[in-house]
Nanobody
């Protein structure tokens, strides 16, 4: 079992930056693929970024390419999402998720564990 706890969300003006963190429990964090998803009101949950177990492979949804960076520190059992040049359309609850097979998957159904989410609000 893996427990995930997100932090770092908040209110920021358009053009600003935030860094989300996701701290994982357990000794097998380094073997998990990790993903960041988001869900805005009245919209479906969507992938934002994902990173493979060792960090060699990443995935980004087109709308965040060049603005967001996913990274991980396996020694700290933590995955990060650096978000720059934020836009109002980035407003959502952001969730991190863990995939036991270590992939950088864009498919939510391939993730086994989920955090509770952290709210990101970008004002115009």
């Amino acid at each position: 079992q893996v427990q995930l706890v997100e932090s770092g969300g908040g209110l920021v003006q358009a053009g600003g930056s935030l860094r989300l963190s996701c701290a994982a429990s357990g000794r097998t964090f380094s073997s998990y693929g990790m993903g960041w998803f988001r869900q805005a009101p009245a919209k479906e949950r969507e992938i934002v970024a994902a990173i493979s177990w060792g960090g060699a492979r990443t995935y980004y949804v087109d709308s965040v390419k060049g603005r967001f960076t996913i990274s991980r520190d396996n020694a700290k059992n933590t995955v990060y999402l650096q978000m720059n040049s934020l836009k109002p359309e980035d407003t959502a609850v952001y969730y991190c998720a863990a995939d036991r097979l270590g992939r950088n998957s864009a498919r939510s159904r391939e993730y086994d564990y989920w955090g509770q989410g952290t709210q990101v609000t970008v004002s115009s």
